[in-house]
């Protein structure tokens, strides 16, 4: 067990976190995107969907 291994295992720990994580948010966008499809399709609209007349 040298000093570079702890270095190694740090850096090696810090990118599986950062590609989880990037993983993580990429699925869990699809899944949001998916979601307001759906309630688009059954007739649920956003709020910032609206337009200027007010309808």
Known sequence: ?????YV???Y??????TVAVTLWTWA???ARRRELAS???AGIRRRSARTRDGE
């Open 28 to 30: 869990d966008g699809r």
């Open 8 to 10: 190694y295992a740090s």
């Open 12 to 17: 090696g720990f810090a990118a599986l976190v």
């Open 39 to 41: 309630l688009e399709a």
């Open 1 to 5: 067990m040298t000093h570079a291994f």
